[in-house]
């Protein structure tokens, strides 16, 4: 994490500056969920006292238990106000149903976090 925040930002826009964190704090939150609600192999407390620390988002991992959102890359993916038209991001859109193959989100970077792809 601090070499993602320590790294240099020459020649990349201001948004992908925040990428590698954004990645990192998703690889975080998505090895935590997987290690309670998956592989089962660490208790309830240190599950919480995880959170409480603030080693994953919970606010994330409540996004990843609910249908339809198991691969959401960051939360500002599906706020509505952070896009035209009130919609959610084109990271959201499945694969087959873009007009253009390779996309990156404007946010974190992501390529594609749609439940169908």
């Not at 930002?9 to 990428?19: F, N």
């Not at 935590?32 to 994330?60: H, M, P, T, V, W």
């Not at 939360?75 to 106000?81: A, S």
Request: glycine residues 6%.
């Amino acid at each position: 994490m601090r070499e993602a925040e320590n790294d240099t930002h020459d020649g990349k826009r201001k948004c992908e500056a925040l990428w590698p964190i954004f990645r990192i704090s998703h690889q975080r939150s998505r090895y935590i969920y997987d290690l309670y609600y998956r592989r089962k192999e660490i208790s309830k407390e240190l599950y919480e006292f995880c959170l409480d620390q603030g080693y994953a988002d919970r606010n994330l991992i409540a996004k990843w238990k609910k249908p339809g959102y198991e691969r959401l890359c960051c939360l500002r993916c599906i706020q509505t106000r952070d896009h035209n038209f009130a919609t959610t991001c084109v990271c959201r859109v499945p694969k087959h149903l873009r007009e253009e193959k390779v996309i990156e989100c404007v946010h974190c970077g992501c390529r594609g976090c749609a439940s169908g792809d």
